[in-house]
């Protein structure tokens, strides 16, 4: 009875942390890219922006407490990750750019893969992820309309 508790059952401290650090370093590379596709957005014309920022802030908010820090107190990024984790929303324009963009890109990218040779269930999945992304920034909630029903 004693040695089944001795060790097999005490977890592994080390091993934890271990994992724990992979975890964070992970999660915090996975921010700095997602914040470079933000960046590159910034410049290029069909890159978003907005997804980009919020994909990053949720890495960073796993992975470091510093770079979230940076990000969230960012002059350009900062609001967007602040009025999304707050419940406020996107502005219209700002839906309106999203929306539009990544319609202009997946069209763009499945003409150019259907006339590559690509095969037609590609364009289909292009088509099935364009559609759940227009939808998921669509479904948030519009920064500056009133809301229907009170929060306690």
Same mark, same amino acid.
């Given at each position: 009875?004693?040695? !089944? ?16 650090? /992979? ?35 949720? /890495?960073?908010?796993?992975?470091? !407490? ?41 069209? $763009? ?26 939808? /998921? ?10 809301? $229907?029903?009170?929060?306690?």
């Amino acid at each position: 009875m004693l040695s !089944e508790l001795s060790g097999s059952t005490v977890p592994n401290v080390k091993a934890a942390k271990d994992q724990s650090r /992979f975890k964070k370093t992970l999660y915090t590379g996975l921010g700095l890219l997602f914040s470079g596709f933000a960046i590159a957005g910034v410049v290029l014309p069909l890159m978003p922006v907005t997804i980009n920022v919020i994909v990053a802030g949720f /890495f960073f908010a796993m992975g470091s !407490e510093r770079f979230d820090s940076w990000l969230t107190g960012h002059k350009v990024f900062g609001p967007i990750i602040t009025d999304y984790r707050s419940g406020a929303g996107f502005t219209v324009r700002g839906k309106t750019i999203a929306v539009t963009a990544m319609s202009t890109s997946i069209l $763009l990218s499945t003409i150019y893969a259907l006339t590559n040779g690509a095969p037609t269930m590609v364009a289909y999945a292009m088509t099935a992820i364009w559609a759940y992304a227009a939808w /998921f920034i669509l479904k948030q909630p519009t920064k500056g309309t009133p809301r $229907l029903i009170a929060k306690p």
